[in-house]
């Protein structure tokens, strides 16, 4: 708990952010009355009331849902504001960004950093490993594989990816196991079986899904990677870290193969 004097010597609590009072923030910046959202919302003000004072600790996902398309509709709530409430109220939000979307949160100066890597592959893939992102050396290594595509139909449905990945039953055993693992950490919805429905035209996919073994160890793993430009193996040590885009919490993940010495 942090304090600070005030100008009498009084002094006065900072206390930590709460739903009930981002949700009257929300509501006095968009000068709406507690009767009109409790209109719009189809509650009862005493109900906003309620929320606001504290008294209704865990809102259901229904009513944030409603308040946030309220406030929403009277003034744009920002992806920060929206993912604030939610979390406060803790939930998850449900909402699923398109990867043009995503790709949009890549900023020039995130697509810079990854330039700065030098001769190690770097890039952003999101949660069903759709490529946001990636510098030249990767761009290379994955024979200039456009960003929006899916790294999991490239692993499986095109014949390079066999040469690339020179372990690639490990590989794509990995990537398997990684994505059961993050269907998990993100927001349900049609996405996944919609992906899932994808890739089941695949026998290998279908055969090492039906193995059921999950991986939350994505973060680090080796693997032996063949360059294009004189076809030798390179061997990386791969890393993979979430995220923090603030409007996408969960969705989008860098990843870097540092080079080992030969």
């Known amino acids: 708990m942090v304090e600070r004097p005030s100008a009498d010597g009084d002094r006065h609590t900072v206390r930590p952010?709460?739903?009930?009072?981002?949700?009257r923030q929300l509501r006095d910046?968009?000068?709406?009355?507690?009767?009109?959202?409790?209109t719009v919302t189809g509650m009862s003000a005493s109900y906003v009331t309620h929320l606001e004072k504290g008294e209704r600790d865990h809102p259901t996902r229904s009513v944030v849902e409603a308040l946030a398309r309220?406030?929403?509709?009277?003034?744009?709530?920002?992806?920060?504001?929206?993912?604030?409430?939610f979390d406060?109220?803790?939930?998850?939000?449900?909402?699923?960004?398109?990867?043009?979307?995503?790709?949009?949160?890549?900023?020039?100066?995130?697509?810079?950093?990854?330039?700065?890597?030098?001769?190690?592959?770097?890039?952003?893939?999101?949660?069903?490993?759709?490529?946001?992102?990636?510098?030249?050396?990767?761009?290379?290594?994955?024979?200039?594989?456009?960003?929006?595509a899916n790294l999991l139909h490239w692993i499986f449905g095109d014949p390079v990816a066999a040469d690339v990945l020179v372990d690639w039953e490990e590989a794509a055993r990995l990537s398997v196991a990684?994505?059961?693992?993050?269907?998990?950490r993100t927001p349900p919805g049609e996405w996944s079986a919609a992906l899932l429905d994808e890739?089941?035209?695949?026998?290998?996919?279908?055969r090492m899904w039906g193995d059921g073994v999950v991986d939350f160890a994505d973060a680090s793993a080796v693997l032996r990677l063949?360059?294009?430009?004189n076809g030798r193996p390179i061997v990386v040590d791969f890393q993979m870290y979430e995220v923090d885009t603030g409007?996408?919490?969960?969705?989008?993940?860098?990843?870097?193969g540092l080079r080992r010495a030969v």
């Not at 952010?17 to 949700?23: A, D, H, Q």
């Not at 089941?200 to 279908?206: A, K, L, V």
């Open 29 to 38: 910046d968009r000068r709406i009355s507690r009767e009109k959202l409790a």
């Open 226 to 229: 063949r360059e294009r430009a």
């Open 247 to 256: 409007g996408y919490p969960g969705w989008v993940r860098f990843f870097v």
């Open 178 to 184: 990684t994505l059961r693992a993050r269907m998990g």
């Open 88 to 148: 406060l109220a803790g939930l998850v939000d449900t909402v699923i960004p398109t990867v043009a979307q995503l790709r949009a949160d890549i900023t020039p100066a995130m697509r810079h950093g990854l330039e700065l890597h030098g001769l190690n592959p770097a890039g952003y893939v999101d949660s069903r490993c759709n490529l946001l992102a990636c510098n030249a050396v990767a761009s290379a290594i994955l024979h200039g594989l456009p960003e929006g």
């Open 70 to 85: 309220s406030l929403d509709g009277v003034h744009a709530l920002s992806r920060a504001e929206r993912r604030h409430l």
């Open 17 to 23: 952010p709460t739903f009930g009072g981002l949700l």
């Open 199 to 206: 890739l089941g035209r695949y026998p290998d996919f279908r």
